[in-house]
């Protein structure tokens, strides 16, 4: 007998292109993990909403973020939009009586994109919605009865809440209900800004910091020419030099990558030559996703046919799940 696929939950906030650092640390697993589990991953245009933004232009990073992550090759089944399953909101104030201020008083994301804010603007305006989003992530992975959910170390603490609102809300209502999800700690690689390999690559940074996948292909060989390599350290691998390394290593040259390393630790190697291999792994990485991307573009109106009615096929699990809560609870269900 076959043993049942678990579920997977991963969602990803529409705020702009995918970048490298998306991409490698985390998409390439979620397309990777589609033949093994029962994968749903969502466009979480509600979560998005904590930032400054424009109407249309959310609409727009929504179905751009979608294209986008068809591209890489995840499956239009597994595809949702969180605002065509306005389940996750309701569920998110049920769930948000079992979680105690104090626990969202602690999420280390509230305090390190609060200060961000204010070192950008000192009257910068810190919504509620950006301290509470960690209730409306939960009600996201708890929804579905996700067995695993995909996560960096930086994410753990908020799968953690996810699983103590999930035990408290069984505990409260008498039931065993919700399932505790657990963290799928993969091995992913770390990518770093080129311009900075002591940041983490991200777009709050700005352009130059991060790699748009779906870019010009002399944008990409222009930006790893001109990495930082040398970042002072005195002595060992320099963090610039690390992350060329773990780029190549991502791309699948690991051939390069050995013959390279052996040059580095004879003291032989050319810069020149390390940022010219990356830059050939990036475009063969990066080409055929480009192209695939400029093929749904495309054909914009009926991908975007397949994915509401994805959205209204992965409705009918959020659907079921809340006459449940809403039954265990004692709300009123409409009928």
């Not at 969180?82 to 998110?92: A, F, T």
């Amino acid at each position: 007998m076959s043993q049942e696929k678990k579920n997977i939950l991963s969602c990803i906030q529409p705020t702009g292109d995918i970048h490298l650092g998306n991409y490698l640390g985390a998409v390439q697993n979620w397309v990777n993990l589609q033949e093994n589990y029962n994968c749903t991953y969502g466009v979480v245009d509600y979560h998005a909403m904590n930032m400054l933004y424009k109407a249309d232009q959310l609409r727009q990073n929504s179905w751009k973020m979608v294209f986008q992550l068809m591209a890489c090759g995840i499956k239009a089944e597994n595809l949702f939009i969180q605002s065509l399953v306005p389940e996750h909101s309701e569920l998110c104030w049920i769930l948000s009586n079992v979680c105690s201020f104090g626990e969202l008083t602690r999420m280390t994301q509230f305090k390190d994109k609060s200060e961000q804010k204010k070192e950008s603007d000192k009257d910068a305006f810190i919504s509620s919605g950006l301290f509470f989003y960690p209730v409306l992530q939960a009600a996201d992975i708890l929804i579905y009865h996700a067995d695993l959910v995909p996560v960096g170390k930086d994410q753990v603490q908020h799968l953690e809440l996810s699983r103590n609102i999930a035990q408290r809300f069984n505990h409260q209502y008498g039931k065993e209900y919700f399932t505790h999800p657990e963290p799928l700690l993969t091995v992913n690689a770390k990518i770093m800004s080129l311009a900075d390999p002591n940041k983490k690559m991200s777009k709050s940074l700005g352009e130059k910091h991060y790699v748009n996948i779906f870019g010009d292909e002399n944008r990409i060989r222009k930006q790893v020419k001109s990495a930082v390599t040398d970042t002072g350290e005195s002595e060992g691998m320099s963090a610039g030099v690390t992350n060329l390394f773990t780029l190549l290593k991502a791309c699948n040259k690991q051939e390069a990558h050995d013959h390279l390393m052996e040059q580095f630790e004879s003291g032989t190697l050319k810069y020149s030559e390390l940022k010219g291999e990356v830059a050939d792994g990036l475009v063969e990485l990066c080409t055929p996703i480009r192209e695939r991307y400029q093929e749904i573009l495309a054909d914009k109106k009926q991908i975007k046919g397949q994915i509401k009615a994805s959205s209204a096929e992965i409705r009918k699990t959020a659907q079921k799940t809340l006459r449940e809560v809403k039954d265990i609870v004692g709300i009123l269900n409409p009928r």
